[in-house]
């Protein structure tokens, strides 16, 4: 489901990213310096701009071609350039990108020795927001930096902070995350310096929101929070509601309902036009059906669909109006009784309003729901044309959003009608649109912005799921072992809410010739595995099982792993799930010449630990080394070099912030500094600052931190605890990250001791794989749960002694660290030695 936001000013006018349909209210503003001609009442250039606020697309780009044509005439050439930057940005939102590219064009022609005009700094943002909507993010921050330049010898800080943001957003789209992140903390920082005005909280709120959609969530709450307080403060009524329901959207983020309903409760009540009443009670109304809270949906919705039917069209209203829709579709799916004909009406006329303002992308995305609505009444052929209407003119408007969302639900229908092959080429159509938005997926339309759950993931796990039918050919199994490296780089994505992760297509003979990997996937009625070894067809098996009981018998095993837990009932559940993933495999000699079996493991599995698998015999741990890969695409393929092993350690012994002490973490780091080349920061020098200084100036490929730290779902409760308080995985990636290393001087193993996994969270160990890939370190080891520090530190001594044996690979020495500690009576238990993994390269 979706969650409405207000739309935020683009660079066009100073603030924001490039994410939302701008306000031209300011630039007008601005040009009425420039020419005394727009001080009359009902000029072409406002009545444009009404338009387009209005969410009339198509109307503001005949207002402004007839107003560039009349000041043509008049002989006005900086509002007749201002004219055809604002056709530019019409034709824009139309994706009519040639007519775009003209207009633009035309009006940076007219300014060409203007180099001082406040006309030209707009222009040349229009030009840049062109650029980066086309695929050029490096020529667009160029231009955005010549927009910068402009507003500033124009003395316009407003337009030059938004071009400030604007850029940050062109970074991102490049990858240049950090630098990204820098620009927006220098503007926050000139922000802060500003008197208090409606400038200042209007910059405060679109920073808050652009950082909300890159996933920082505490400082876009600081952000939209100052700028609440800046515009209570001076009494500004304009941009309350827009502030407010900017907080909801971050409070619901959160997962804090009450405070989201609230916060969209204020907007409602702050708002000033029936639009914005209408996306407060939408933000509501989901939440309401998401929290399960009939009687107050029920009563919304009916108020809802009266004011709904009240509006002007425009894209805006369109799309409140297919939400709405949308979310009526989720009530009924939830059993609640809804009106299917009045919905059906709702649907139609979103599309009749797109298309009587001419907006080819609101009538693809109303034309979408309409097809879900025939689809859940089971009128196959109905949603199928409405569908395919939909996703046509997706790929002509080159709306890849839009386009994955119609050909996955082509893909549904077709497989619902029994037609295979046409499914998975559907299904296959929708991957390649998700791909092609990977750096854009948090930034598209707040309105259709994809939940991962719901949107992303069943589409990879669905098209698997089709290509495994009946006895699939090896064409079939590499699309599918393919899609599960693909689906494990998107969830990472979403995690990050950043495509900050660059991947290389890699098959394990490229790799280890001694290694092994499984793919184990969970689908809705088996655990479907495909196992890839070097010089062998790609085998695959499956057990039937349903999701629901597989995932019952996952967590069972997880809790008998508590040493308390009969051991006998252990050894069942264990034995049970290595029938699953690996006695088939053995069973057809995949792994005879074997030594490291890789898990690129999906959902439950990854909170259960490989190493505790038993044959009814011997562990797996016992017969091969184990590591875990978000997938080899991921995988820089090189081996440790042990003559040059040097290490950094820090950890805290005592107690700290609440958590219980480790007074083995002293022992812990003193037997590796006997061990290894290394540099110690114990307790109070373990600091942010200090561990900082020593990546950036110690040239070690080891970092070692035993500290208490937690892996989450959620990236902002995925953290390590120094001295001074959590450390977050963005900035322990910062840090690792912060010199310029080459590659002799890179991180090659990243040592968590005595985190854990977030309890309750069944994606948890998203979070271990978010630390491994964002540090930068090409391994990392870590535990899926805290154990006795006493073990902790038995089994990190034997690793790193393993460790500096000639010839022997990251996943043989941890292997050997386990074995060491099953060996011993005190420690024999799979509790004490199993929760160690090695995430990232084994070798």
């Known amino acids: 489901m979706q969650k409405l936001t207000t739309a935020i000013t683009l660079g066009v006018l100073g603030f924001g990213l490039a994410i939302a349909p701008p306000s031209l209210a300011t630039e007008a503003s601005r040009v009425e310096r420039v020419s005394a001609s727009n001080i009359a009442t009902g000029n072409p250039l406002e009545r444009g701009r009404q338009l387009y606020e209005a969410g009339r697309f198509a109307a503001a780009a005949n207002a402004w071609e007839n107003a560039a044509q009349g000041y043509e005439t008049q002989g006005d050439r900086a509002n007749q350039a201002l004219s055809l930057s604002y056709l530019s940005l019409a034709h824009q939102e139309l994706a009519q990108w040639e007519d775009a590219k003209d207009a633009i064009a035309r009006s940076l022609n007219l300014l060409q020795n203007d180099s001082e005009s406040i006309v030209l700094a707009q222009a040349l943002n229009t030009q840049a927001q062109f650029l980066l909507a086309t695929g050029q993010p490096q020529t667009a921050l160029e231009t955005w930096k010549r927009a910068q330049q402009s507003y500033e010898q124009a003395g316009d800080v407003s337009g030059a902070l938004g071009s400030q943001i604007n850029q940050a957003q062109a970074l991102q789209s490049m990858g240049f995350y950090r630098r990204a992140r820098n620009s927006l903390d220098s503007i926050a920082q000139q922000l802060d310096t500003m008197p208090d005005s409606a400038l200042k909280a209007s910059g405060f709120r679109s920073l808050g929101i652009a950082l909300e959609a890159i996933g920082d ?18 009494g500004s009524k304009n941009d309350l509601s827009p502030t407010l329901l900017a907080l909801g959207n971050v409070a619901q983020d959160y997962g804090a309902t009450d405070a989201a309903l609230d916060y969209f409760e204020r907007a409602e009540q702050a708002a000033l036009n029936p639009l914005e009443r209408i996306e407060a009670q939408l933000n509501q109304f989901t939440l309401y059906v ?12 009916a108020q809802l669909q009266r004011q709904l039917s009240e509006l002007q069209p425009s894209r805006r209203t369109a799309y409140s109006t297919v939400n709405f829709a949308n979310n009526l579709l989720a009530m009924n799916l939830q059993g609640q009784p809804i009106d299917r004909a009045r919905l059906g009406e709702l649907l139609a006329n979103a599309v009749q309003q797109a298309r009587a303002i001419n907006d080819p992308r609101a009538e693809a995305y109303a034309l979408n729901k309409w097809g879900a609505l025939y689809l859940q009444n089971g009128q196959l052929n109905e949603a199928a044309d409405l569908t395919e209407k939909s996703l046509a003119i997706a790929q002509t408007i080159q709306a890849a959003d839009i386009s994955a969302q119609s050909a996955w639900q082509l893909g549904r229908i077709q497989r619902q009608q029994g037609k295979k092959q046409p499914a998975i080429a559907s299904y296959t159509q929708a991957v390649k649109a998700l791909q092609s938005l990977r750096k854009d997926l948090v930034a598209i339309d707040r309105n259709i912005q994809f939940s991962f759950r719901e949107s992303v993931e069943p589409i990879y796990r669905e098209l698997v799921a089709l290509l495994l039918d009946a006895n699939p050919s090896q064409e079939n199994l590499a699309q599918a072992r393919d899609l599960i490296e693909a689906l494990q780089l998107a969830e990472l994505d979403d995690f990050f809410r950043q495509a900050c992760l660059d991947a290389q297509p890699r098959q394990i003979d490229q790799v280890d010739k001694n290694a092994a990997v499984i793919y184990p996937i969970i689908l809705p009625d088996r655990i479907a595995v495909i196992s890839s070894a070097p010089g062998q067809p790609i085998q695959y098996h499956a057990t039937r099982i ?50 490291t ?24 741990i016992e017969k091969h080394g184990i590591a875990l890969s978000p997938g080899l695409q991921l995988l820089e393929p090189r081996s440790l070099q042990r003559e040059q092993l040097n290490a950094i350690t820090a950890g805290i012994s005592e107690s700290r912030f609440g958590l219980s002490a480790l007074p083995s973490v002293k022992s812990e780091l003193k037997e590796i500094a006997e061990l290894l080349p290394s540099s110690t920061l114990l307790n109070q020098e373990f600091t942010k600052a200090a561990l900082a200084e020593q990546v950036a100036n110690r040239p070690s490929n080891i970092i070692h931190l035993a500290t208490h730290g937690q892996f989450s779902s959620r990236q902002e409760d995925t953290y390590l605890l120094t001295w001074e308080g959590r450390m977050n995985v963005r900035e322990l990636s910062d840090l690792l990250q912060s010199r310029e290393i080459s590659q002799n001087a890179a991180i090659e193993l990243l040592v968590l001791s005595a985190c854990d996994t977030a309890a309750g969270d069944d994606r948890a160990v998203l979070g271990l794989a978010g630390f491994a890939v964002r540090s930068g370190a090409r391994a990392t080891v870590a535990t899926l749960w805290p154990v006795k520090d006493r073990a902790a530190a038995k089994l990190v001594t034997e690793f790193y002694e393993a460790l500096k044996q000639p010839g022997i690979t990251k996943a043989e020495a941890l292997r050997q660290a386990q074995l060491s500690l099953l060996n011993d009576e005190s420690f024999s238990d799979p509790f004490f030695w199993s929760s160690f993994v090695i995430v990232g390269n084994w070798l």
């Open 217 to 234: 969530l505490r400082t876009s709450w600081d952000m939209l929070k100052k700028s609440l307080t800046i515009d209570e403060a001076i």
């Open 290 to 301: 998401q929290v399960e809270q009939w009687s107050k949906a029920a009563s919304l919705a």
């Open 546 to 595: 349903s999701k629901a009981k597989a995932e019952k018998t996952l967590r069972e095993l997880l809790a008998a792993l508590n040493p308390v837990s009969d051991n006998r009932e252990r050894l069942r559940l264990s034995q049970q799930v290595y029938d699953w993933l690996i006695r088939p495999g053995e069973t057809q000699g995949t792994f005879k010449e074997t030594k």
């Open 597 to 620: 079996l890789v898990f690129v493991l999906d959902g439950l599995l990854r909170n259960i630990p490989m190493a505790a698998l038993h044959d009814g015999e011997q562990y797996l």
